[in-house]
């Protein structure tokens, strides 16, 4: 029962890590659209801003647009590369542009592999696993043979001491 408890408590904490590791970059993603949100609402105002300061300050209009520009951009850029990250992911997206027939196909095929490949390597463990068995029982059945001879050797000669080795290991 405490080797159960063991095992589950082991399977718990590496879940639970994974947990924690998905959490902590799924938060960092949030603080990086908060950061772009914040920069897209001032790059925003300061467009906005820009033919005020043309019509108020004709002289800082150059200027203003291009600080408008560069805020504005910078959000736009992170933006940008966090739309695109799910494309990222090919094969996904090269099942979704297939449609549906040809990707279920793809599908079970990756399936029955993956499966097919999970039996390769539980023969392989139990193939190892026969042969060490196999081996063991070799060796036991040498060690009673050995000891089967030794105790006929012994026995064969009246009067010989027991303790001392068997005539075949004196030289």
Do not use: C, H
């Not at 090919?90 to 549906?100: E, F, N, P, Q, T």
């Not at 990707?103 to 592999?113: H, P, S, T, V, Y």
């Not at 030794?150 to 030289?171: K, V």
């Amino acid at each position: 029962m405490a080797e159960r408890a063991n095992w589950l408590f082991t399977v718990w904490a590496m879940v639970d890590e994974r947990l924690a590791e998905a959490s902590a970059r799924l938060q960092g993603l949030v603080r990086m659209l908060r950061v772009a949100v914040a920069f897209l609402v001032v790059g925003i105002l300061l467009v906005l801003a820009s033919p005020v300061v043309l019509l108020v300050w004709p002289d800082w209009f150059p200027l203003a647009y291009a600080v408008s520009t560069v805020v504005l951009v910078v959000p736009l850029v992170a933006v940008t590369v966090l739309v695109g990250l799910p494309l990222r992911m090919k094969s996904v997206v090269r099942l979704i542009d297939k449609g549906y027939p040809e990707n279920a196909k793809e599908l079970a095929i990756r399936i029955a592999a993956r499966k097919l490949r999970d039996q390769s390597i539980e023969t392989e463990e139990l193939l190892v696993e026969t042969a060490l068995n196999e081996g063991r029982k070799v060796l036991e059945r040498y060690k009673a043979r050995a000891a089967t001879l030794e105790q006929d050797a012994t026995q064969g000669e009246p009067g010989r001491d027991p303790a001392a080795p068997p005539p075949s290991m004196a030289t």
